[in-house]
């Protein structure tokens, strides 16, 4: 098993451009979420999907958005670059709705 | 949102000496993560706390659930250089629901040097 696959590793944006981080799984799992890790503040959710077709927003979810097509599969767009998206973004899965959570190794975005 | 306080926010020691790292909350956990993150990667779980008063441990690490389920603490025995991290402690059961996402405290940064 690859686990939780994330693409881009880096990625540098100029303000106002949009693009779409990937994230993959292949454990089946049915819950899925993306976080932003930003100094001194821990992690926090973007969005999240409890299965196929089923999306809702986190805590910090503006500029961001999100779908879930396949089980597998859980994108995350940014509309329109902005610098205070500037962060690190990990993509997470989980068997379970309590259960461990497995990452991705992130994607270190800035924005100029 | 239920927020969780971590402390202390950084932790610089020497190979072989002793630390704690707390995670503390106005509100009674349901259940309680624990994370480390390494430079580079994403965080991958340590443990679960569920009970009261529980504790586990995992080779030189020894976790505690308080009695009230509103703290727990992670103890590392005789440090090592290995032990560099982040260490995050995470709420599955934020706001009162559970699907699959976690709330974190904000993290303990340690740095083991030789």
């Known amino acids: 098993n690859a686990g939780v696959t994330q693409t881009p590793k880096f990625q540098v944006l100029k303000t106002g451009q949009s693009m779409t981080l990937q994230c993959a799984q292949d454990?089946?799992?049915?819950?899925m979420s993306w976080y932003r890790q930003d100094p001194g503040m821990g992690l926090r959710l973007i969005h999240y999907s409890v299965g196929a077709g089923i999306t809702d927003q986190g805590e910090v979810p503006n500029g961001y958005n999100v779908s879930r097509s396949t089980t597998e599969d859980f994108p995350l767009r940014l509309l329109s670059a902005a610098p205070s998206q500037t962060s690190v973004y990990f993509c997470a899965s989980s068997y379970s709705r309590t259960g461990e959570q497995y990452f991705g190794p992130g994607t270190r975005l800035t924005v100029t | 949102t239920q927020l969780l306080e971590q402390s202390p926010q950084f932790l610089s020691i020497q190979e072989g000496e002793n630390l704690t790292v707390y995670c503390n909350s106005s509100?009674?956990?349901?259940?309680l993560q624990w994370y480390r993150q390494e430079p580079g990667e994403g965080p991958v779980l340590l443990v679960t706390v569920v009970t009261g008063g529980e504790v586990k441990k995992l080779k030189r690490l020894t976790f505690q659930f308080g009695d009230a389920r509103k703290d727990s603490s992670l103890h590392i025995t005789a440090a090592q250089p290995g032990d560099t991290g982040l260490y995050l402690c995470?709420?599955?059961?934020?706001?009162?629901?559970?699907?699959?996402?976690?709330?974190f405290g904000q993290g303990t940064i340690l740095t083991v040097h030789p």
């Open positions: 995470a709420d599955p059961f934020a706001g009162g629901t559970s699907y699959g996402k976690l709330t």
């Open positions: 509100s009674v956990f349901s259940s």
């Open positions: 454990m089946n799992h049915e819950y």
